[in-house]
């Protein structure tokens, strides 16, 4: 099979779709591998690394669309990308379809496209390898946001949140006791901040009062709550999400006004559209604004921010549903993996209607 790595394109994005190990294995197995020129420099690996695996490196991206049968990318690809993509390509990136624009989902159906969403992979519905690896990135990075948001040159409080002999710890709200928010609460507790996450699931609550030893506050989440704990946060991170859904508002601007002048709002969710009535797409270039005195973080590619970690995490998880499709071929491969085929949102241009459903259109 001709396999594309194209260059990520969008602002910031500096991981890429493989690494020169799993290109080794593909040439190994009698692939064609075609890397766009730089594509892996971001994430520290150089063009002659791709090569001496068997890589062949073209200069530009549309060559690399003109010549590959499968394109494995991390983002979902811009119209620009969309319109060098042509009928029988098979993609494969973390989609984010609640994130993106409409015109750009009608492209990719007009162009009779295969897309297999790195985040909708699963075998049993509730598992996510893939999006795992990005969120246990994301969680564990959350103290470093926080910590920089909190500074007072950032429009923060002026909070260290490990406090110091004599004074008190920062207070963190997280939302959520998924892979995001349990990770979250592993980096910020190991930090010595005080520690309290919300969830709808007790059985989730358990875990982390069992996995913590008591040490993490857990609360259920509901709207009394969630009000009371934002009031006294000086970060809250949410952690909110289901894959092909869109996330809860769960935080309206009323409960904002009520919180620390100087607080920080971290929105893992915002890829699914944010648990937060004033959240809006960042950029890791432009990572946050203030509304309302609050600190808002809404990228929504943090752990592109590790590009390096990151590639590494998601190949990991990755590489078996990569290879299926390279030696199988995508219809192959879909029709013999339930979790494959969990992960196929759009095939030969159709819509799942799942999909299509929660897209409202």
Same mark, same amino acid.
């Given at each position: 099979?001709?396999?594309?790595? $194209? ?28 890397? =766009? ?13 791709? =090569? ?10 549309? &060559? ?6 499968? #394109? ?42 295969? /897309? ?12 996510? $390898? ?5 969120? =246990? ?5 959350? $103290? ?10 950032? *429009? ?8 110091? @002999?004599?004074?008190?710890?920062? =207070? ?17 507790? !190991? ?5 309290? %996450? ?10 982390? &009062? !069992? ?13 009394? !709550? #969630? ?9 809250? +991170? ?42 809006? @797409?960042?950029?890791?270039?432009? $990572?946050?604004? #203030?509304?309302?005195?609050? %600190?808002?973080?809404?990228?929504? !590619? %943090? @752990?592109? /921010?590790? @590009? ?20 199988? *071929?995508?219809?192959?491969?879909? /029709?013999?993996? &339930? ?5 196929? +949102? ?16």
């Amino acid at each position: 099979m001709d396999i594309g790595i $194209p260059k990520e394109r969008l602002s910031g994005e500096a991981r890429v779709g493989l690494t020169p190990a799993g290109v080794g294995l593909l040439t190994k197995a009698g692939h064609h591998c075609y890397l =766009e020129a730089g594509a892996g420099e971001g994430a520290g690996f150089a063009d002659y690394d791709y =090569e001496r695996m068997g890589a062949t490196i073209l200069e530009g991206s549309a &060559d690399v669309y003109a010549r590959s049968s499968l #394109i494995l990318k991390v983002l979902h690809p811009t119209m620009e990308e969309i319109s060098w993509m042509s009928s029988g390509q098979t993609l494969m990136c973390f989609l984010g379809l609640m994130a993106m624009k409409k015109e750009e989902i009608a492209a990719l159906q007009a162009h009779k496209i295969t /897309a297999i969403a790195y985040e909708m992979i699963s075998a049993d519905g509730r598992d996510f $390898p893939i999006l795992k690896t990005m969120s =246990e990135v994301a969680g564990r990075m959350s $103290p470093f946001i926080a910590g920089t948001l909190l500074q007072r040159h950032r *429009g923060g409080r002026g909070v260290l949140l490990s406090g110091v @002999p004599g004074v008190s710890a920062g =207070e963190v709200v997280i939302l959520g006791a998924g892979t995001v928010g349990t990770n979250a609460a592993r980096a910020f507790a !190991n930090l010595g901040a005080k520690v309290f %996450v919300l969830s709808r699931s007790l059985e989730r609550l358990r875990y982390i &009062d !069992n996995h913590f030893r008591g040490e993490v506050t857990t609360m259920i989440s509901h709207d009394f !709550n #969630i009000a009371y704990t934002t009031r006294f946060a000086d970060v809250v +991170v949410c952690a909110v999400r289901n894959p092909g859904q869109p996330a809860p508002k769960l935080i309206t601007r009323d409960m904002l006004r009520t919180m620390r002048r100087g607080a920080a709002l971290i929105d893992f969710s915002i890829d699914h559209g944010g648990c937060a009535e004033t959240s809006r @797409p960042t950029t890791l270039e432009e $990572p946050t604004y #203030i509304e309302e005195e609050i %600190v808002h973080y809404c990228v929504p !590619n %943090v @752990p592109g /921010a590790v @590009p390096r970690t990151s590639t590494h995490a998601f190949n990991n998880a990755a590489w078996s549903y990569i290879f299926q499709v390279a030696e199988m *071929g995508t219809a192959s491969a879909i /029709a013999q993996d &339930d979790a494959l085929r969990r992960g196929v +949102v759009i095939r030969s241009g159709k819509l799942r209607d799942d999909v299509s459903s929660a897209l409202s259109y």
